[in-house]
């Protein structure tokens, strides 16, 4: 099946930083990606989905000047979280749609100190 | 977008068939139907994909009825490895956007 990867897997920031989490589709390209979050023992929960070449589209309660995508070409999508708080501390996953199917990748832990 | 409902969490023992059965009432005419398996920490993992009637790949298959308001996931031969959560999620295929539900914890013990 088609490989989606992330990068990077998991990082640990400070208060008020900003961090980038990249999303790729490695043999295919992918005009609509997805990120999602999950926390512990919880569903993933869609935040928002990413259209190559135009704005984003934020699933209603996601601040999007908080989390800030790009989807600048057809194989990358760019996850950045503003001014992380330990509220954010989360498992980011992306997802790439290839024909009728979606492929995730494997994921980002955030850990905000 | 079609809701979806599945047991919360099923047991079986490891070399049994395993059935999780999926509810999804008002599922619309373009949706098709996907599951997919996520172990703790990692990214949900593609099972298996269907429209009508039943589909089968080398590691599940996937039963659904002709009024497709509902479907079945089978395991054949579940090994331990195969503890894990189990989404069950409907949507159009075409660009569409998919919500996941609560999904089925499976245990499987030795």
């Known amino acids: 099946g088609a490989v989606v990867s992330q990068h990077p897997s998991w990082v640990i920031c400070k208060s008020g930083t900003s961090v980038k989490i990249e999303c790729r589709s490695l043999d295919f390209q992918a005009t609509t990606m997805f990120w999602y979050r999950q926390f512990p023992k919880q569903s993933l929960m869609l935040m928002a989905t990413?259209?190559?070449?135009?704005?984003?589209?934020?699933e209603q309660g996601v601040e999007k000047d908080k989390f800030l995508i790009n989807h600048a070409s057809l194989t990358l999508s760019t996850l950045t979280v503003t001014s992380a708080h330990p509220e954010d501390s989360s498992f980011y996953i992306c997802?790439?749609?290839?024909?009728?199917?979606?492929?995730f990748g494997p994921g980002t832990r955030l850990l905000v100190l | 977008l079609a809701k979806t409902t599945q047991p919360i969490s099923m047991d079986s023992y490891e070399g049994q068939e395993v059935n999780i059965t999926c509810s999804h009432n008002?599922?619309?005419?373009?949706?098709?139907i996907t599951w997919y398996q996520q172990f703790p920490s990692q990214g949900p993992r593609f099972i298996i994909q269907g429209y009508k009637t039943k589909v089968t790949n080398e590691v599940a298959s996937l039963f659904i009825p002709a009024d497709r308001k509902s479907s079945t996931l089978s395991l054949p031969r579940v090994s331990l490895s195969d503890t894990a959560v189990y989404y069950c999620?409907?949507?159009?295929?075409?660009?569409?956007?998919?919500?996941f539900g609560q999904g089925t914890e499976l245990s499987v013990k030795p």
């Open positions: 999620l409907v949507g159009p295929f075409q660009g569409g956007k998919l919500i």
């Open positions: 997802s790439a749609r290839e024909v009728e199917t979606q492929y």
């Open positions: 008002n599922i619309a005419t373009n949706d098709y």
């Open positions: 990413s259209n190559e070449g135009s704005k984003a589209t934020y």
